[in-house]
């Protein structure tokens, strides 16, 4: 599908968001192994958690769209391979709580995912006694697991919480130590469940149980979404858009506090618990006077899904944005270094890839182009948040993959034009 997006007057609206995709999955794998019925709502209705629906059913886990039939932590039964489509997060956290059981699995996903490094999970999960290959990947069929002392290499947060799966079943006692704090959603969870779980800083210690309880949870919006709508309400004049029940986890909200710094009007209302997780209403408005990005060593870590689309934002800042720290850009489910590169100079902007990042001069007056999402949801929708602001009709090549993570994205797009 080609998308075309026009450059907007103003965006005014208020946007429902598609449910945190982050939680929505392991609401999903810890609720097939909790001990009874959980209740889930406001679940991401994009293709990526359907993969996890749909390999959790062939696991035996049956979803029927708000209540979840958990056999505890035991009861799954052996499938053929699991497709996991595109959704790495579905690849990588299966494959920590398949690891531990007594029968193998194998994991299988579409040509981008089949790309993506695996070596990062099957690492930990061997040294934890499990029988792993990859490529492709199979684990499972060897137990017991014994607990380790994981010092992560690199920082991720779905490498983290498959380690996390796999010490519930460990013998003995396993932690995991990160370069930098990661997306905590997985320790909240389990926590919540009563499992064993302790955070110290960096270090996060599991030890084994026999049971979980089960989840009532009402997912919340998901921030990395909301991040094309703060851009956009932020660099298109005029606007005011707001963004209720949006999921702010402090260990997710790192952009919206560097767009402040750099002259973004963000407001945040109405802060509240939502089963255990931390939610806000948010309005942007139109950013006056910006400033250059800066950013390197561990921030952008911690800003990871966000940082095509403040590519985007450092397009319009005045001087020169460098944005470096993001080598693991390179793979996820596109390069999104080269992607965003080829996309934003098509249109016009001053941009040069370095090897972990680019490097931005602006503030450059966008032109409408062709351009490429090249497969990948994040920068579909990252290049249509530049196409608001590029003068003409820019046409976006296979921006259907915007399926992935925000079905609704072009309806809501032009809703708030
Ligand atoms: C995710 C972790 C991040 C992120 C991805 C979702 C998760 O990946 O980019 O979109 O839900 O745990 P990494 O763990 O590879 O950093």
């Not at 799954?76 to 956290?93: E, I, K, V, W």
């Not at 985007?312 to 001087?319: D, I, K, L, R, S």
Request: net charge negative; proline share 6%.
């Amino acid at each position: 599908m080609i998308a075309t997006v026009r450059n907007a007057r103003r965006l005014e609206g208020v946007v429902a968001l598609p449910g945190d995709k982050s939680i929505s999955h392991r609401a999903l794998i810890l609720g097939s192994v909790a001990s009874g019925r959980s209740r889930l709502s406001g679940l991401s209705p994009g293709a990526d958690v359907q993969s996890t629906i749909r390999c959790l059913g062939e696991l035996g886990a049956a979803f029927d769209g708000s209540t979840l039939e958990g056999y505890g932590l035991r009861g799954l039964r052996r499938a053929g391979p699991l497709d996991c489509g595109n959704s790495g997060t579905t690849m990588r956290l299966l494959a920590g709580l398949l690891a531990a059981q007594d029968f193998k699995s194998e994991l299988i996903g579409d040509e981008s995912l089949a790309r993506r490094p695996m070596d990062r999970v099957v690492g930990p999960l061997g040294e934890m006694g499990a029988w792993t290959s990859w490529p492709p990947l199979r684990v499972g069929g060897k137990t017991p697991l014994h607990g380790i002392s994981y010092t992560m290499p690199v920082p991720s947060a779905q490498v983290k919480s498959a380690v996390l799966l796999a010490g519930l079943y460990a013998d003995g006692s396993t932690s995991v130590i990160e370069p930098v704090k990661t997306r905590d959603h997985t320790e909240l969870m389990l926590s919540s469940m009563g499992a064993p779980i302790l955070v110290e800083g960096l270090k996060v210690q599991i030890g084994p149980t026999n049971r979980l309880e089960p989840l009532d949870i009402d997912v919340p919006g998901d921030i990395s979404a909301a991040a094309f709508w703060l851009v956009a309400g932020g660099l298109v004049p005029g606007s005011r858009v707001r963004i209720p029940g949006v999921g702010i986890n402090p260990t997710r909200t790192a952009f919206v506090e560097l767009l402040r710094a750099t002259g973004f009007k963000v407001r945040e209302a109405n802060r509240r618990y939502v089963g255990g997780e931390l939610v806000a209403d948010l309005e942007v408005t139109s950013a006056f006077s910006l400033r250059p990005i800066r950013i390197g060593g561990d921030t952008a870590a911690k800003m990871i899904d966000e940082l095509p689309v403040l590519a985007v934002a450092a397009t319009q800042m005045p001087g020169q944005s460098v944005i470096t720290g993001a080598a693991e850009l390179r793979v996820k489910e596109s390069n999104r270094i080269v992607a965003m590169e080829e996309g934003l100079a098509a249109m016009g902007a001053d941009i040069t890839a370095v090897d972990d990042g680019w490097v931005i001069n602006g503030p450059r007056t966008l032109e409408a182009a062709r351009v490429s999402a090249q497969g990948d949801h994040r920068v579909a929708m990252a290049l249509a948040v530049a196409a608001l602001i590029a003068d003409g009709r820019t046409e976006i090549d296979g921006a259907e993959c915007v399926e992935i993570s925000y079905p609704d994205f072009f309806d809501h797009l032009e809703y708030l034009c």
